[in-house]
T-cell receptor
């Protein structure tokens, strides 16, 4: 089955700096890679996603890159703000088979 | 309306009880999902329904029984649970099953279940 690793487990950055979170997956058949943000006591919310036929996607301060050959994908947040503080989960979806989340990264943006 | 609702918000049940969790969406989504999330852990997929048919069952114990009575409703029937089943149970929905296209998955607020 699929296995998703995520690094780092915790990340502290100064407000205005960039944050990068990396994930690797094991199942080459996985074709959809979303990123979720979960604030304490709240539901996960999709912040950006990418499909296996695309190498990069950007939405304002957030970008995701995918390297299918190496089976890894990364989340980039620029100009971080205190409200970006949360737990971020990457995930890998293999249609009809499985959907596995990474263990999460706790991001703290220090004012 | 981009909301997934779940009832109840909290549930405490004994190991011999039978209870049900309910999830509802009125966005016309054809895929619905159940997840289990323990504290400080990622959500774990339990079941996926696509067009009211079970698409994925992640080897969940039979004490958890899903039901999709129509395209807007998803239930999770609970029976003879163990204390280690205590967790936040999240429901989600998407236009079509993830992986088919770039459909966003919307999560409900969850039901916090405690098994005593």
């Amino acid at each position: 089955g699929e296995n998703v690793e995520q690094h780092p487990s915790t990340l502290s950055v100064q407000e205005g700096d960039s944050a990068v979170i990396k994930c690797t997956y094991s199942d080459s058949a996985s074709n959809y890679f979303p990123w979720y943000k979960q604030e304490l006591g709240k539901r996960p919310q999709l912040i950006i996603d990418i499909r296996s036929n695309v190498g990069e996607k950007k939405d304002q301060r957030i970008a995701v890159t995918l390297n299918k050959t190496a089976k890894h994908f990364s989340l980039h947040i620029t100009e971080t703000q205190p409200e970006d503080s949360a737990v971020y989960f990457c995930a890998a979806y293999n249609y009809g088979q499985n959907f596995v989340f990474g263990p999460g990264t706790r991001l703290s943006v220090l004012p | 309306d981009t909301e997934v609702t779940q009832t109840p918000k909290h549930l405490v049940m004994g190991m011999t009880n039978k209870k049900s969790l309910k999830c509802e969406q009125h966005m016309g989504h054809r895929a619905m999902y159940w997840y289990k999330q323990k504290a400080k852990k990622p959500p774990e997929l339990m079941f996926v329904y696509s067009y009211e048919k079970l698409s994925i069952n992640e080897s969940v114990p039979s004490r958890f029984s899903p039901e999709c009575p129509n395209s807007s409703l998803l239930n999770l029937h609970l029976h003879a649970l163990q204390p280690e089943d205590s967790a936040l149970y999240l429901c989600a929905s998407s236009q079509e099953e993830l992986g088919l296209a770039e459909y966003e998955q919307y999560f409900g607020p969850g039901t916090r279940l405690t098994v005593t």
